[in-house]
């Protein structure tokens, strides 16, 4: 279903099994794991085991109301995953509701989709795990104003289902107010761990995504280790690859897919990545700046584009492919009439075979010119195959985080910004943040170069 190749990065002097930490280091990062998830700190491991009969029964009883769309309404952890979700499943295979994403605070964006949805038959799903994120909590406002016009205050609640912290946040306290359609994020799942919880769950079942597949390639993926110790030889090892060669300067990840319907994939691996592994500080409180940047590209487009700056730029990528064995749709190239000479050895050929050989010629390029690469290979693109490939990263990223002994479950570092914007926008607690800001703004314009 899905495969991992880790042959690239063996080969020359990249990486050697020495510079990995030993067999006992890894089973510590992993035994250490274990016990958060016995003692429920993490919850995440438990979520392959989700029954998804519940909010299937609910979405099939929408499914059969006058809904015609529905609006997902979040951002970070609570939008990406069901985005990406989505983008790799065909189009006509989801007979659900029309499925919208209010993410971006652009007002344009933001106004183009309000207008064009016929509010009397739109269902509202917002998510937000805190209940009080900016963006997120903006958007529900305006959507509430746009809906209670249309159908009066009295039926709006219908409209409406929310997604959110169990007893936390001021989303939950509206829920319990005005009483509309609920789902809880378990308190001990972080946002960009949450796909598998409702924030993933009930927006795809609403947009037919069949999510007991989605469920089962998880736990396939999690229970190919029958024990802790059995996972060290693939998350444990995984991971530690990732650190070793970001010590050995690899410290960008690029992640390549050559198959467009996998790309909302790599946008959830990035904040992943990311968030989980960008930290200032380690568990004992040492200032220690670790991270592995994520990098998106797209195959082939980006051979036309940054495949240049990998081959030839700073020797500090691993690029990992996402590769498709098998495709559901495909093409044959005319074999008449009769292309220019130099290209006639294309005539005949299935795009997906050029595809394939696009992606070799870039990846044993990249080899030989001295870059680890890796290639995670989707027999074919299907939610088991998709919740695998989730699942995986999860653990992964976890288990980086324990070697990198840094905290992957937090993000301290968004907060001051978060802090400086509400402090900007009038919240008297964050007021000298903001004065702060403003006070720096002043000089005498040497620094700055404007075109009239
Ligand atoms: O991973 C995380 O915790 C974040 O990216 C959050 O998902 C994101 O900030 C949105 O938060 P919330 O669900 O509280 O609105």
């Given at each position: 279903?899905?495969e991992y190749d880790r042959r690239g ?312 492919f996402?590769e ?49 690469t890796s290639s995670w290979r ?75």
């Open positions: 279903m899905l990065l063996y080969t020359g002097d990249l990486l050697q099994k020495s510079d990995l930490p030993d067999q006992q280091g890894l089973e510590k990062a992993i035994d250490d794991l274990q016990d958060r998830f016995d003692s429920g700190e993490l919850g995440f491991a438990d979520l392959p085991d989700t029954d998804p009969e519940p909010i299937t029964r609910w979405a099939e009883q929408k499914l059969r109301e006058e809904w015609t769309d529905q609006v997902v309404i979040g951002i970070g952890g609570s939008s990406l995953g069901v985005r990406a979700i989505l983008k790799s499943a065909r189009s006509e295979n989801l007979r659900g509701l029309r499925t919208h994403f209010a993410e971006n605070l652009d007002p344009e964006t933001v106004d183009r989709l309000f207008a064009s949805l016929d509010p009397k038959t739109t269902l509202v799903v917002v998510i937000t795990k805190s209940g009080t994120t900016i963006e997120t909590m903006s958007q529900f406002w305006l959507a509430r104003e746009i809906i209670e016009k249309a159908v009066g205050a009295a039926e709006a609640g219908r409209h409406f289902v929310a997604i959110t912290d169990p007893e936390r946040g001021e989303l939950r306290k509206m829920v319990d107010q005005y009483g509309w359609d609920d789902f809880e994020v378990p308190p001990n799942v972080g946002g960009r761990f949450s796909v598998l919880t409702a924030v993933g769950l009930v927006p795809l079942a609403l947009a037919g995504y069949p999510i007991k597949e989605l469920l089962s390639g998880a736990r396939k993926a999690r229970d190919q280790s029958k024990t802790p110790k059995e996972a060290v030889n693939f998350w444990g090892v995984c991971a530690a690859e990732h650190v070793a060669l970001a010590d050995k300067g690899f410290d960008q990840l690029v992640m390549m897919t050559y198959s467009d319907r996998l790309e909302g994939l790599v946008d959830w691996f990035a904040q992943l990545w990311g968030e989980s592994l960008g930290k200032a500080v380690n568990r004992k409180g040492e200032k220690v700046h670790v991270g592995i940047t994520p990098i998106k590209a797209v195959g082939v487009i980006d051979q036309h584009s940054q495949v240049q700056l990998y081959m030839e730029g700073p020797k500090n990528k691993h690029i990992s996402l498709v064995q098998s495709f559901d749709r495909d093409r044959k190239i005319p074999s008449s009439p009769p292309m220019p000479e130099a290209l006639q050895h294309l005539q005949g050929k299935d795009l997906s075979e050029i595809f394939a050989a696009e992606l070799e010629g870039t990846r044993s390029a990249l080899r030989d010119a001295g870059r680890p989707f027999q074919r693109i299907d939610a088991e195959s998709v919740g695998a490939f989730l699942f995986s990263w999860q653990m992964i990223t976890a288990v980086a985080g324990e070697l990198l002994d840094i905290n992957a479950f937090d993000q301290p570092g968004v907060e001051l910004g978060k802090k400086i914007a509400h402090g900007l926008l009038g919240r008297e607690d964050h007021a000298a943040l903001a004065d702060k800001v403003r006070a720096s703004e002043g000089g005498d314009g040497q620094w700055r170069w404007s075109i009239k």
